[in-house]
């Protein structure tokens, strides 16, 4: 973090200083884990299920954190005292980001893909300046600030992605990093539960199109209506990605290989070159396309975005991770997250694997949650299309989850072709002693289902 006095953090986030000497700096990580607490850090004490950070103060004081945000003094402790630890560290974060006017914010959102895009993003972007971007999906009202801290004087990019489960969401994370270029991927059915509707979810993803500062530029999907529409609610300069025609950067003679990795013609104005992806699914097009425009708007040229495009790799884990048993076995494992949209395309990319290598294909599928109303029909259809792509064997894990082998069992599925168990151990029994040399398995469920663990065991064994 840059070098910040104690007194204006006070000011900034709305405390009291207690204990500590007015003058002292902030200019080490700001952390919300006492364990990696250091010299010269700030420690966040944020109530937890489990812990409560204010136990944890002393620790983070004895490591040599200059200050703590607390919402109540510690005795023999350095602290700013607050009304909300939560929201004191997004006012500081608000603060740092308005003192580095050298910094490009690149804010993206949507339904399905943002992790994905953001690593891509960041592998773009990161030879032509320095770039901070968060691991994982550390995209909350605590992760989002905590990756801003990240950034000093030298950082020329942040990458900042941003997820919403209410209205407002947006509007709030943009104001702590507000975006010079602000990217809209898709508006899907995640979180319909919370926000009732696709239009619902569409208002809430296009706040971070109104929150893009004067001057700045809003990348949308064209081929999603949703999100070409939110063109009308921004004043920011619009570029568009996609397959249709009228995108200003687009993928023409899209096709997978016989590992699912897709590749197309990058189309960018004169410029096209076939481009080659490193990621497992048709999905992923998108995805590139997005971060393409992303890092046009940025100012790399297209021989740039389209070399970067060919280097990237995947980074973040349990998104269509190819692991090869010793035993010939093929796990992929994107259970990291699920709605339909994913889901459906893990299935292309597993009947594309499974055909190039003639080999057997197993979807091992858990629930896909936070669907409200919809979930029923949208597990069914799930159900419905492996049978219709001829996936060879259904595994279907967890209750939440069973609509996919009704669905799959009304489609025409017969025999043992699909199967349902209520838990993860029995899942693992199946596989175990079903499972035969050359075979192909998708794992994929929502987080929160756990079949993350069902992958990484499958993974580090053989065949029973």
């Not at 009304?83 to 959102?109: E, N, W, Y």
């Not at 898709?186 to 001057?215: C, M, Y």
């Not at 949208?378 to 009704?406: F, M, Q, T, W, Y």
Request: charged share 20%; glycine share 12%; with cysteine.
């Amino acid at each position: 973090m840059i070098s910040v006095r104690c007194e204006e953090i006070a000011a900034a986030v709305h405390g009291e200083l207690a204990g500590v000497d007015p003058t002292a700096v902030v200019d080490g990580a700001v952390v919300i884990d006492s364990r990696t607490a250091g010299p010269g850090g700030l420690f966040v004490a944020l109530p937890g299920e489990r812990v409560d950070g204010h136990d944890y103060v002393g620790t983070a004081t004895e490591a040599g954190v200059t200050v703590s945000l607390t919402t109540r003094p510690i005795d023999g402790c350095p602290c700013i005292v607050v009304g909300d630890a939560q929201k004191a560290l997004g006012d500081l974060a608000r603060l740092v980001i308005s003192r580095l006017p050298g910094l490009t914010v690149i804010g993206l959102t949507g339904s399905s893909g943002k992790t994905s895009t953001k690593d891509l993003i960041a592998q773009l972007i990161r030879p032509y300046g320095e770039t901070v971007s968060p691991e994982g999906s550390f995209n909350n009202e605590i992760g989002h600030p905590l990756t801003a801290l990240q950034c000093t004087e030298s950082t020329r990019f942040l990458v900042a992605e941003m997820g919403a489960r209410h209205a407002g969401d947006l509007f709030y994370l943009s104001g702590i990093t507000p975006p010079k270029v602000g990217l809209v991927l898709n508006v899907g059915t995640s979180h319909i539960g919370e926000f009732g509707s696709q239009d619902n979810i569409a208002q809430a993803k296009g706040e971070l199109i109104e929150s893009v500062v004067p001057g700045g530029t809003a990348v949308l999907n064209a081929d999603d209506p949703r999100v070409a529409a939110m063109a009308s609610r921004t004043s920011a300069k619009v570029l568009t990605f996609g397959e249709a025609g009228s995108a200003d950067v687009r993928a023409t003679d899209l096709k997978l290989d016989g590992e699912g990795r897709p590749s197309f013609t990058l189309r960018i104005g004169d410029f096209s070159r076939e481009v080659q992806l490193k990621f497992i699914g048709e999905h992923y097009v998108s995805n590139a396309l997005g971060a393409a425009t992303v890092a046009h708007a940025v100012g790399l040229t297209p021989e740039q975005i389209a070399d970067g495009l060919v280097a990237a790799a995947p980074v973040s884990a349990a998104r269509m991770e190819i692991f090869e048993r010793a035993d010939g076995v093929t796990i992929i494992n994107d259970a990291f997250n699920a709605n339909p949209d994913s889901t459906r395309a893990a299935l292309k990319a597993l009947v594309a694997i499974g055909r190039s290598r003639g080999a057997r294909t197993w979807a091992v599928l858990g629930e896909m949650l936070e669907l409200g109303d919809t979930s029923t029909e949208e597990h069914d259809s799930i159900g419905r299309l492996v049978v219709r792509l001829d996936v060879n064997r259904l595994l279907v894990v967890g209750e939440g989850a069973k609509p996919i082998h009704l669905g799959a069992s009304l489609e025409g599925s017969w025999g043992n072709e699909s199967a349902y168990v209520p838990t993860i151990p029995e899942a693992l029994d199946v596989l175990r002693s079903e499972l035969r040399k050359g075979d192909v398995v998708l794992v994929k469920s929502s987080k929160a289902s756990k079949l993350r663990s069902l992958a990484e065991a499958l993974i580090g064994e053989g065949v029973q």
